[in-house]
């Protein structure tokens, strides 16, 4: 691959919660300190093709225990969308699926109250995930066709900037991208809202403020009864830290050689 899909992006800290960090206004311009989480946004062209793929990991190769929780938590959205993909199915529901696993897993760790059935009903995953799940990925990155005549997009928080509003099919190729993000101004909204206030633990929350964000984005195609993955890069937990311990004694070996 001699070229790149798209303008990558490569967030550390605080940075990692800027979805399109790197362009103009944000550049790629911080160091990356010991205990950053790193989201790295990036996708090499093939024959014209795009590929677009996030991984998400501790800048140390250690997971801390919070950042092993919200990990876990995209991770596992990301899987439950992933099996319940086939022809048939509305990308919308896939959306709305990542956001109560997301809710639910805020639950568990503690950031969250209440039911999580209440807080679809505000639309409070939004808050956390304001991007849509995936898109299409052709020869473009975010390939046309999302949209066709007579497919409307949802106006509600998160689906509205959902890039593609179609039933799946057999044969489309897509990139399922869930995450949470630890966004200042939309927690302070959400802080200020009558309707979202209630459901947030605002003792716990204040401990993630600087969290910066985790996204895990997998490129698959769409089979007759599921999918294919397409993406083969270490995934779990305990993948990411083996991997990255590897690479570190690796380079310490050839530094005392």
């Not at 944000?26 to 989480?37: E, L, V």
């Not at 990542?98 to 809710?103: E, F, G, P, S, T």
């Not at 698959?220 to 570190?248: H, K, N, Q, Y």
Request: charged share 25%; aromatic share 8%; glycine share 10%.
């Amino acid at each position: 691959m001699r070229h790149t899909s798209y303008t990558c992006i490569c967030g550390s800290g605080t940075n990692s919660s800027i979805l399109h960090y790197g362009h103009a206004g944000a550049p790629n311009d911080k160091t990356i300190q010991d205990g950053d989480m790193c989201l790295f946004d990036m996708g090499g062209e093939y024959y014209c093709y795009s590929s677009d793929i996030t991984c998400s990991f501790p800048a140390n190769g250690k997971f801390t225990p919070d950042q092993k929780a919200i990990y876990e938590a995209v991770l596992k959205s990301s899987r439950a969308v992933m099996a319940a993909i086939k022809p048939g199915v509305k990308w919308t529901d896939m959306h709305r699926l990542a956001d109560r696993v997301h809710l639910e897993e805020l639950v568990k760790i503690g950031i969250l109250r209440g039911n999580v059935e209440d807080m679809l009903k505000v639309h409070l995953g939004s808050v956390f995930m304001p991007h849509g799940l995936g898109h299409l990925l052709g020869i473009d990155v975010h390939d046309v066709g999302g949209y066709p005549e007579g497919v409307e997009r949802v106006d509600e928080p998160g689906l509205r900037s959902l890039r593609m509003g179609r039933v799946v099919q057999e044969r489309m190729v897509l990139t399922v991208e869930p995450g949470i993000y630890f966004i200042h101004h939309l927690l302070d909204q959400a802080l200020a809202s009558p309707q979202q206030c209630g459901f947030i633990a605002a003792d716990v929350l204040a401990r993630f403020r600087n969290f910066g964000g985790v996204r895990i984005e997998d490129d698959i195609a769409v089979t007759a009864d599921g999918v294919e993955l397409l993406t083969c890069v270490p995934r779990t937990v305990e993948e990411i830290e083996a991997f990255m311990a590897d690479r570190s004694e690796k380079s310490f070996s050839s530094l005392k050689d």
